[in-house]
């Protein structure tokens, strides 16, 4: 099974971030647009485990978020992975307040890497995926959008099964920590 460990949002912040993801279309030529239900904020990418990776992956979240306390980040920016002709990834992300969760991210990472599992190499970028493969109409600069979204009340961590249906993939929680 394809999981991956993240935040899940409510439907008022999923409703501001689609209204954000609408204001670009009539800049965006060509982008494959990132579902409602999907918004999410990934804090660690599993890959393909089995069951007992899931029990193995279950036991370091519960190891990594014990005694953590519940807190806020905000979204305050729009940016781009990739080159402004090659855009792969649009998303939103946070200038601010990042600590707490980058501190979530490296004890989910050490946890992890207690039970065998590799670290990211990337390192941790905290954003939204909003759309991806973009081909824009005419050159804007996408970081001049101003985004206000409402501040994100982090109270669990879930883990998630990524599963493709043929129309896109679809995101289930298998299993949700609370802080």
């Not at 393909?48 to 279950?58: L, P, Q, T």
């Not at 792969?88 to 946070?94: L, P, Q, S, T």
């Not at 590799?118 to 995926?129: A, L, Q, R, V, W």
Request: some cysteine; proline content about 2%; aromatic content about 14%.
């Amino acid at each position: 099974m394809r999981t991956f460990v993240a935040i899940n949002f409510p439907d008022s912040l999923k409703n501001e971030i689609q209204d954000i993801q609408n204001s670009l279309k009539s800049y965006v030529k060509v982008a494959r647009w990132i579902r409602m239900d999907n918004f999410h904020l990934t804090i660690k990418f599993l890959g393909e485990i089995d069951e007992r990776g899931k029990e193995f992956a279950i036991e370091a979240i519960q190891q990594a978020c014990n005694g953590l306390k519940p807190f806020e980040i905000n979204f305050d920016r729009i940016g781009y992975f990739g080159t402004y002709e090659n855009m792969r990834v649009i998303w939103i992300g946070m200038n601010e307040n990042a600590d707490k969760l980058v501190s979530l991210q490296n004890r989910i990472e050490m946890s992890f890497s207690d039970y065998g599992f590799s670290s990211d190499e990337k390192g941790f970028k905290p954003h939204i995926t909003i759309a991806r493969d973009v081909i824009m109409t005419r050159k804007i600069d996408i970081s001049s959008f101003a985004i206000k979204l409402d501040e994100l009340y982090v109270n669990e961590v879930s883990l998630m099964l990524s599963e493709n249906k043929g129309k896109g993939f679809y995101y289930t929680p298998l299993y949700t920590f609370k802080l």
